[in-house]
């Protein structure tokens, strides 16, 4: 077909790189797409173009994205430019494609097509059961460890018997794991069932097993474009390339439905698709979830005809922070080379700041972005960027005390993870024995063989009998449970009345350890940080460095407060932790990881931690291709921002619960030093550090186990037995969850144990307009205004020296000075 493109209306507004891309006759078309370039108006207009042109009917298009929002609004936004007519073409993701195909063909090769799809807990449940079945606790492995392997190992189009046949089976490990695998796909296909990465695993099968079907699918698809090239893994790869190669006649003749011979070629064979993919290798970062950047990168090799267009004109950023990217991005060389520019000037300088400690660095944050929302920027046009989850905390605190609004995006705040609540449970209980939330939660955390059987046993005992649920751990032997189950309440009951006995010990001679001190203790007897080691995986690598982070925070309580107790520092954590979130109308500064922040986009972007260890992370340093990857992410992080950026690091900063001297990243060295403004350069602070060793775990976790039973007794008495416990364990949970909601009605059960309270408020002071008040900081200042009300209550206070800063009344550090203005 022949078309004009100058009276296109959809070429408008278009520049000529983008009009390229959009109008390419090319059945390989590779477009190079840089961030900000506009590459979804660019794939939408391309679409729209084929079908307005009729160089293409809707039904032949299959347009590929990976989330569902993303080819909603895809699918919006074709619709809008070319009204009705768009409806038969498929528009999805790689996932939702496949379960249509599915659907239509899974009687082929043996499923019906009602089959169910496991969802990632489904499947946990499943490998759960399977481990437990098969013994492989005692190897450590655990449902979500296993999952992530085989979910890898489909991703590459590896069944468990491909695997068994290079797997080393003379390992123990490796010969559990290939029975697990092989269990698992048989227990799927007895259930007659997918999970999630089987659905483009099994289409990929499907085509490959089935020509004729292949054939069907190729002959209807004309047209594939798909988005996010960089971030496709080998089974997408496999299925793009199964549903774009050429047809042999003697398939194509096998069709029930005839071609249009104007499809085929003389010799009666169908010619492969045009491929249209979109995508940028400098943005590939996902390579922990499979992702292969040499899918993109060797595109002009699989494809020899292929065309690359480069989109390199941004729309989003401003000169300097572009030619930061491109700086910092031209060390790689596993990439197409680009240069992003734009019309829009060279903008502000990046403005980068060194502190003294994580803390300085997070105050500098929260100190400017304060600053920025006095200048009349929304808060919610601001985001801050970390690599690792851990970096949190100390942002959070910070923004909390100077009453900014914030939210954490794809992920959890600090003291609201499972593995903080965990340790923080354990602290609970030794200063509050009679807590039977907090000793409930830790007796599972991590998990050694106690069950809710034997949980139940010591709950009613420690009720029936007045004490503390400590006292009955160590008095299990009276209660009749299992013998596996009473070594481990035993065992567990002498490392509480350890910590105990560090907390408050019974000697009035002697002074009790420090927090830091008895937390790493507790991490240590119970082996949390090992068995989260052990599991080998990065999620739990992950919450291994919460709980370093939150050792951190006892020491640093520790060297503030001298002779600091348990109870004052679960005082201030559960103050901090239990802040409302602040409202503002201008919306809330969005907290992020950078892995987060891709497709993102905020005119003030705040880069944290850029140091070495943190980005690039420690663990990419000895893994293939890991600093490229690392490189790439810091690319991303930067590009996000369209007006300002800030570059930040810390000369010091927590690691494995103790304080360690940083060096600024690698990536900085590559930004020309003309295009940041130092407010706090790193030769001005110097590096600092103090000696001190670092918690070291070897070794595995519990393995599983339960409260069994004796013998000696008839088959009926054991029934009647086990009846009993099952309905005394459903009476306590019935009163655990009548206790959790008294709790969150403020009232308490018990005393305290050492008869001292755990304070309702940090600060108890009542501020009014015009009180003098002294912060530890800002040192001097007055009372201008107050906003917000209880907890919420926010002291706007005129510093001598430090201007305007609001503070959280409730969290700040301050003290009541007589006398007012």
Not at 64 to 82: S, Y
Not at 125 to 135: H, N, P, Y
Not at 318 to 340: G, H, M, P, V, Y
Not at 553 to 576: M, R
Request: proline content about 3%; charged content about 25%.
């Amino acid at each position: 077909m022949s078309f004009s493109d100058h009276a296109d209306p959809l070429l408008a507004g278009l520049n000529e790189q983008q009009r390229t891309a959009v109008v390419s006759k090319s059945k390989a078309l590779l477009i190079v797409a840089g961030a900000g370039s506009g590459k979804t108006r660019v794939l939408t207009h391309r679409i729209a173009h084929l079908i307005r042109q009729r160089i293409a009917w809707p039904s032949q298009i299959l347009a590929i994205t990976f989330t569902n929002k993303a080819a909603a609004e895809m699918r919006q936004r074709v619709g809008q430019l070319l009204g009705e007519g768009a409806e038969s073409m498929w528009v999805s993701t790689f996932h939702s494609a496949c379960v249509r195909i599915l659907r239509k063909e899974a009687e082929r090769f043996g499923y019906v097509s009602g089959f169910t799809i496991y969802d990632s807990a489904d499947s946990r449940a499943l490998l759960k059961r399977l481990i437990k079945e098969s013994g492989a606790e005692a190897y450590n492995f655990t449902p979500a460890a296993v999952g992530n392997k085989i979910s890898r190992l489909k991703n590459e189009l590896k069944t468990a018997s491909d695997y068994a046949a290079t797997a080393r089976v003379t390992d123990p490990r490796e010969a559990v794991f290939v029975e697990l695998f092989s269990a698992y796909e048989q227990e799927l296909r007895r259930a007659n069932a997918f999970d999630f990465d089987d659905l483009i695993a099994q289409t990929v099968y499907l085509f490959r097993a089935f020509p004729d079907v292949a054939a069907k699918y190729r002959a209807r698809f004309r047209w594939v474009l798909i988005d996010e090239y960089q971030d496709t893994n080998h089974a997408q790869y496999a299925l793009v390339r199964e549903l774009t190669k050429a047809t042999p006649a003697d398939a194509i003749a096998a069709l029930k439905t005839p071609l249009n011979p104007a499809l085929l070629t003389p010799a009666g064979d169908l010619p492969g698709a045009a491929l249209t993919v979109v995508g940028d290798s400098d943005q590939s970062i996902y390579a922990f979830r499979g992702a292969d950047i040499r899918n993109i990168v060797d595109f002009e090799s699989d494809f020899s005809d292929a065309e690359v267009v480069k989109l390199e004109q941004n729309y989003r950023s401003t000169q300097n922070i572009l030619d930061a990217a491109n700086a910092i991005i031209a060390e790689n060389f596993d990439r197409q080379e680009k240069s992003l520019w734009t019309a829009s000037g060279p903008g502000n300088k990046i403005v980068g700041f060194a502190g003294y400690s994580q803390h300085d660095e997070a105050r500098f944050v929260a100190e400017e972005i304060e600053r920025l929302h006095n200048d009349g920027v929304a808060y919610g046009q601001i985001a801050v960027f970390y690599r690792t989850n851990a970096q949190t905390r100390a942002l959070e605190e910070l923004l909390m005390r100077a009453a900014i609004p914030y939210r954490v995006l794809g992920g959890t705040k600090f003291y609201d993870r499972a593995e903080i609540k965990d340790a923080i449970a354990y602290l609970t209980s030794i200063v509050n024995p009679y807590d039977p939330i907090s000793w409930s939660r830790l007796l599972s955390a991590p998990k050694r063989g106690i069950g809710a059987v034997t949980e139940a046993q010591i709950a009613v005992f420690a009720e029936t009998n007045e004490i503390s649920y400590h006292e009955a751990m160590l008095r299990c032997a009276e209660i009749g449970i299992g013998a596996k189950a009473r070594n481990a309440v035993l065992s567990l009951a002498q490392t509480l009345k350890q910590a105990t006995e560090l907390a408050a010990p019974t000697a009035a001679a002697v002074k009790p350890r420090p927090v830091g001190e008895i937390l790493e203790m507790i991490l240590k007897e119970t082996r949390y940080l090992e068995t989260l080691r052990a599991k080998r995986d990065p999620q739990d690598e992950a919450r291994a460095e919460n709980l370093e982070e939150l050792i951190a925070v006892a020491k640093e309580f520790d060297a503030a407060n001298s002779g600091g107790t348990v109870i004052e520092f679960l005082t201030q954590v559960s103050l901090v932790a239990a802040v409302d979130e602040l409202d503002d109308i201008s919306g809330t500064v969005s907290l992020m990881t950078l892995h987060t922040a891709k497709g993102l986009e905020f005119p003030y972007v705040f880069l944290t931690g850029v140091e070495e260890g943190l980005l690039p992370h420690q663990m990419s340093l000895n893994e293939p291709g890991g600093v490229a990857e690392e490189r790439r992410l810091m690319y991303v992080g930067v590009t996000r921002a369209e007006k300002q950026l800030y570059l930040t690091l810390a000369s010091t900063r927590s690691q494995f619960g103790d304080i360690a001297a940083t060096v600024p990243s690698r990536f900085l060295q590559d930004i020309p030093e003309t295009l940041i403004d130092w407010r706090q350069t790193p030769d001005q602070i110097g590096h600092r550090c103090y000696a001190g060793g670092s918690l070291q775990t070897t070794g595995s976790g519990y393995g599983g186990g339960g409260s069994g039973g004796g013998s000696g007794y008839s088959a009926g008495q054991r029934r009647d037995a086990a009846a009993a416990d099952r309905s005394q364990a459903a009476k306590w949970r019935e009163r655990k969850q009548q206790l959790t909601a008294s709790r969150l009605n403020g009232k308490q059960t018990k005393p305290i144990s050492f008869g001292t309270p755990i304070a309702q408020n940090y600060n108890d002071i009542t501020l009014e307009i015009g009180d003098r008040i002294e912060h530890e900081t800002y040192g001097i200042g007055s009372v201008r205004l107050i906003t917000g009300s209880g907890n919420k209550s926010v002291a706007h206070v005129s510093f001598e020296e430090h201007g305007e800063k609001k503070l959280l009344i409730r969290l700040a550090p301050i003290i009541k000075i007589t006398g007012k203005d």
